[in-house]
């Protein structure tokens, strides 16, 4: 029996066990996650065949530990060699030495190594042998022949194999290009592009794409997040595909989270966390860009279609669920945006301002710290994200735990309390503005007249909506009516904005109360606001559009 997905019909091989939880028994398992879990891409039905027997065959300690920590910093090589997912400022082009970036790739290299070891075992032998026939083979045919035999990857073991030994000869030419003391930027460019080169050639261990799950060690097992995902299959498929991607990438990144906090304790090891972070910072930029851009467009198709199968005879009777129904698929589309934008605003601020870049890095006993620092705070990011979702879906079910990192809660209630007093500011500057006596009665006034009030309306949907969702307003939806009415620049007037002043100042209010009442929780009982840092990310915030 060969089960098909939704995505791209792709094969999945039988025999694989569901995930675990009552929720698969309700839907189907190929259904339940929208066909993002496979293997390897580009493999034809043998070779499928042929990974699943490897992957089966190893220990279960090598298949869930050591097989996810190599394809982890495999991808993690591919991501660093992108600037954009580098810490810091990008090195300015020219002379300036490269050597701390290839002692980050180097170091990769020679870890993904003794990860393919122990995945090879014994066979890793053959490696040593191959390599002295290379020296003594005196026939040119005989040469080439083992070439051939080297590069053949007819299976994933081989397939182990054939990587092993070009990272292998890679790390000698980094070693070479290490000795010299200068690295330029043309030489590090050349080693980045054999790099990737090598890593895209590999057959079954090409490393995995932004939103690319693997059925070994991705699917889900925590129930309630299960629950979720099988409630939005069953009442609401609209959102069913952009909820799995968001589950699943958040749960990815907080094992690499889990391996960062692994590495960061040895100072051997320190330098292997920036190719993860890159892999992180790749995930979470790719999920926020798939949040705002693209989850509106899937989510009207989807509801344009379950729309048009409605029979013509019960739209009047339908009405009222329908249109219920579209004002929930509303409120999850601006969730989605405001997702996208804390992301964004987050990655900015901890890789810009928190993690230490390679030349930082490099050298330097001291900055674990700041790796450890820059994890907690990406922890609490993950978890405030997989929450804000989980609420917006199933308001007053249980929030649903993502990790158990240390330190997860204190960055959480950290972020939270700098996000009520970037808001507190936001409304503070629009009260001002709204009672400096604007002219927004002439409805025909130029846009500048009330662009202050559009400009609100953005600072709310980024940040104040989840505030409102997540505090106890006993005044959310005179609130929200009053917000709802300034949305139409043509029906502004004095009154309309003199009711909105008097609510935002009654939520200012209540944000102080709550400011204080996050301040004293336990995990932040001696830590001060840091305001300087919460003005620094407000400023980010202003500079990045939703």
């Not at 992957?55 to 660093?80: N, P």
């Not at 030419?173 to 043309?186: I, M, Q």
């Not at 860009?289 to 199968?309: N, P």
């Amino acid at each position: 029996m060969v089960l098909r997905t939704e995505r791209q019909g792709e094969a999945v091989i039988p025999g694989e066990p569901a995930a675990p939880g009552p929720v698969i028994a309700r839907a189907h398992a190929g259904d339940v996650y929208a066909g993002h879990l496979g293997p390897p891409r580009g493999l034809g039905p043998e070779e499928r065949l042929l990974w699943h027997n490897w992957v089966t065959s190893l220990r279960w300690q090598a298949r869930e530990e050591t097989l996810f920590e190599l394809e982890a910093l495999l991808k993690g090589l591919a991501c660093f060699s992108n600037p954009r997912n580098q810490s810091g400022k990008a090195p300015e082009p020219g002379l300036q030495d490269r050597s701390a970036y290839l002692h980050v790739f180097r170091d990769t290299l020679q870890h993904c190594i003794d990860l393919s070891k122990r995945l090879l075992g014994r066979r890793d032998r053959t490696f040593s042998f191959s390599r002295y026939l290379e020296s003594v083979l005196p026939s040119d045919e005989e040469r080439v022949r083992l070439l051939e035999q080297q590069l053949s990857q007819q299976s994933a073991e081989a397939s182990l194999f054939s990587l092993r030994n070009g990272l292998t000869h890679l790390i000698e030419v980094a070693d070479g290009l290490l000795e010299s003391g200068f690295v330029t930027a043309r030489l590090y460019e050349a080693m980045r592009s054999l790099v990737a080169r090598e890593l895209a050639r590999s057959t079954y261990f090409s490393p995995t794409l932004a939103l690319e799950f693997r059925l070994e060690h991705d699917r889900i097992a925590e129930p309630a997040l299960l629950d979720l995902i099988a409630y939005c299959h069953n009442q609401l498929p609209e959102v069913h595909s952009a909820v799995v991607l968001a589950f699943l990438t958040l749960q990815r990144d907080a094992r690499y989270l889990d391996l960062i906090s692994e590495m960061s304790r040895f100072e051997s090891d320190i330098r292997l966390t920036l190719p993860l972070f890159a892999a992180l910072r790749s995930d979470l930029r790719a999920l926020a860009a798939f949040l705002g851009r693209q989850s509106g467009e899937v989510m009207a198709e989807a509801f344009e279609l379950h729309l048009m199968a409605q029979p013509s005879s019960r739209l009047g009777q339908d009405f009222s669920r329908l249109m219920r129904r579209g004002a929930h698929l509303v409120s999850l589309r601006a969730t989605f945006s405001n997702l996208a934008h804390a992301l964004n605003l987050d990655l900015k601020r901890i890789f810009h301002e928190i993690l230490p870049s390679p030349n930082e890095l490099h050298g330097v006993g001291a900055q674990p710290g700041r790796i450890g620092e820059a994890a907690r705070n990406l922890s609490g990011t993950l978890e405030h994200s997989l929450q804000a979702l989980a609420a917006e879906l199933c308001p007053g079910a249980p929030l649903p735990p993502l990790s158990v990192q240390r330190g997860a809660d204190r960055a959480r209630s950290e972020r939270l309390r700098r996000e009520i007093w970037m808001f507190q500011q936001v409304l503070r500057a629009f009260i001002a503005k709204a009672s400096a006596g604007t002219d927004v009665s002439d409805t025909w006034a130029p846009g500048g007249s009330f662009g202050f009030i559009q400009e609100f309306l953005r600072h709310f949907r980024a940040i104040g909506l989840q505030l409102i969702r997540i505090s106890d307003f006993d005044r959310v939806a005179t609130f929200l009516d009053a917000l709802e009415n300034l949305r139409d620049p043509d029906l502004q007037d004095a009154n309309r904005l003199g009711r909105v002043t008097q609510e935002c100042a009654l939520f200012l209010e209540h944000l102080n109360a709550l400011f204080a009442e996050v301040s004293r929780r336990s995990e932040l009982q001696g830590v001060p606001f840091d305001r300087e840092v919460a003005a620094q990310t407000l400023k980010m915030h202003l500079q990045v559009r939703p």
